[in-house]
């Protein structure tokens, strides 16, 4: 180890995806999120129950830290907080994160990378890779309930995997849902943009559809139950809180519902709505027995998607790789240690 | 919030103490962890359990997260690693460790502190608190079992509530007791090398002990019961790991067992070794309850001391607003929010 730390700020992040490429850095991060999740094994790569702080003052919201450790090699924490007011009263996402890493050896953090941007690009990737083994190939109207940060790079994500002929948005903000078109439109893909009652068009139009809402606890579904596509596959990722919920729970019930770690899906997530004895194939098992759940394509199927510090250790680990590539970023010596690991008044007195 | 982080590292977290001076600012930060406990309610301030990774490989150790909030104001998250072979293998501290602290309205990381000299500090702090309630007045013979780091504030910390007549050191490693002395030098007080089988000597000839080794999971006692005086006074700092005791169950069991919290005494520290009727006060109680518990001055007591993340987010914040005091620091542009953040893609397409 160096001993010094590199911090990756969100300009630099947003410099290594540009010098890379969007589509680029995109595309990378779904092939090694993949990679990791055909290969993952709890019994080296641990990831406990993450935990946090949930509160209403100064402002409603949640900060969680999402550990995991690849045994021997690194430490991963992301600290992710969730605050809905963030857009309209501070000018910030709603979602604000970065990423420590941690050297096993010594426990001395070896960098800290803004995760704000990597947060909704590895979602986005995990999305991806549940709908690339779960909904039908060929052309795609993809519909979009939640038309936040989190939605562009979901639509971003599926167009990677799915040629999308169409998006059907849908905002609980009018503003927010008309600037969707605007914010895709470097995917020069056709976006229609329906109005609260057109919600059920929304459904029943859909092949693929994201659900990436602020809804307020005990608020939901974001969507009645109604007329659908036999084949329609849901991607739900508001859900991340004990009570947030998505989807009208008659529409999980004869879904297979797939979670990305059960438990935290079954604690925050849509499985929160259902029995514990319904529940599909979590995310590594999907990638892993790809072939066994593709016949699942013409079945109505949901990833429950509440985040997995997997994905968040993935992410920032690209980052850091495209960052030297690029020679973006900066070190700094935050531990510094001095000449007597025994004396830490060495330089005081 | 400005939006940008303010970044301390060990350089600057010393430059700082220098220029508060090393006494005056353990003396305040005793002062403030007092005050602290001393207006400690558990309903607005929260301290879930901490929490980590325990490992052996690639080292031998632990990294875990310490997260402290005060309702409305502010989260402080302490990480903290424990690698025993640092000093000898990476000339490192055993403990390394930061601070996060992060804004409430937001979830912006607001500050990041290296902490590794901090914890030493507010653990030397935490001894003084305890020894000041609990240890008889006047001058004081200061034994102590383990001479790293840690153990060079707790001397200076006792040296400030009590008069030191001499200390007496051992160390299982001759060399980090003999250089005791030199890095306990800006003391001025006489320190006495204690050979293995004197140790011993050493507790029968204490008022205060200290005990602040990286004594091994099921290796300890690190001394005998045996002779001690009637009002000897105990801090426990190393058991801080299941399994990790430092004291021997008959001493314990017979003194006024002190924790600074009581579940986090019960899982690692020595409250391991007693059942769990026999527990005295807690620390916040100790400082709230003084007047009830200073008579016990005269008979045998502990403080069993694990760390608490209080006394990290009261430490990090002195450092933080003393680094503004003497404009220490730099300021890093970690989130750096768009224009427009429901657009995550901003400045990437």
Known sequence: MTGSTKLLGAADVAEIVRSRGVEGTLDELIERLRDALGAHDPAT????????????????????????????RVIGVKTVGYHPANPTGRGLPSI????ALYDPG???????????LLTALRTGAASAIATDILARPGPTVLGVIGCGAQAVAQVH????????EAVLVHDSDPEVAASFARRTAFLDRPVHVLAGDDRQRLLAESDVLC?????DVGAGPVVADGEHKPWLHVNAIGADFPGKC?????????????????????AEGELQQLDGQRCGPDLPTLVQ??????????????FDSTGWAVEDLVAAELAIELAGRFRIGQRFELHAPGADPHDPYEELV
């Open 211 to 215: 659900t990436a809402t602020s809804v």
């Open 157 to 164: 994500a599926i167009s990677r995997v799915r040629p999308l």
């Open 106 to 116: 010594t426990g001395a953090l070896v960098a800290l990378v803004d995760a704000t």
């Open 289 to 302: 027995q790809r072939e066994r759940y593709e016949p699942c394509r013409d079945s109505l199927t949901v």
């Open 96 to 99: 604000v994160a970065s990423t």
């Open 246 to 266: 998505e989807l009208p729970r008659s529409l999980l019930a004869r879904a297979l519902v797939c979670p990305d770690v059960v438990e935290q899906c079954r």
């Open 45 to 72: 790569v641990r990831t406990p129950a993450r935990a946090g702080f949930h509160y209403e003052r100064p402002a409603l919201g949640l900060l969680e830290w999402m550990p995991a450790m690849e045994l021997g």
